[in-house]
């Protein structure tokens, strides 16, 4: 039976709208590039997922998700099940040793560049580098012909304030274009073939 799927969405954000509102920020005076922020490669992934298990653990979004969960939603988002994944726009901050500080991955949600994951490890909170991916990010994006960016935050996560504080702003989260539609495909006995709408 085929199935006509919703376009993919974050499943992190998108059950809960309403106590994660949607922020859009224009890229125009937020892009800025730094020079300690390069790229994100596939082969970066394990250190990246330690990153984030480390960031994320006792935030208001922490799900007690461990290392192999943090592997496969970077996996996932790099096949594009939380969106078309904006590769030029999943960048690192390195440190003056070259290991992973800080990162961001962005990806394209209903028309839009999306921050998909934004974190900094513990040890590095507060130095500026969420602030410098995200100006980094603004300007690859900005390069690229995008207008503007946009993310979900809890809102009890204080990145709130860095978000608003770089020019974010609350907005209606934009609709699906359709409705998420699954129709079974029937083929009768004379070959024709019906759709229904269930
Ligand atoms: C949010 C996060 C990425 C910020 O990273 P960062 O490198 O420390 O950010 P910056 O140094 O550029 O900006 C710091 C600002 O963020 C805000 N902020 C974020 N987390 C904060 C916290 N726990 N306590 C206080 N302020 C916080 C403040 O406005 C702060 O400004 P200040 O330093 O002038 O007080 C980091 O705290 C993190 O990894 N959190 C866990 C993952 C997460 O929640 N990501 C965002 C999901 S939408």
Known sequence: ????REQACPRRYADRMTE????????????????R?????????????E????AYRGTVDDEGGDLKDALGELRRTAK???????????LALLGEDGSIESAI?????RHRPFVAFLFTHPRFKGKGHATALLKTAASVLANAGEKDLSLIVTRSNPARELYESLG????????LETEPVVATLSVDETGGSGAERV
């Open 105 to 109: 991955v962005v990806t394209e949600w």
């Open 80 to 90: 594009g099940h939380y969106g078309e994944p904006m590769r030029d726009a999943w």
């Open 168 to 175: 974010f702003t609350e907005r209606e989260a934009p609709a």
């Open 20 to 35: 994660r509102p949607y922020l859009v920020a224009p890229l125009e005076g937020l892009a800025e590039a730094d020079a």
């Open 51 to 54: 990153l984030m298990v480390e």
């Open 37 to 49: 922020v390069r790229k994100v490669n596939d082969s970066d992934f394990a250190e990246l997922a």
């Open 1 to 4: 039976m085929p199935r006509l």
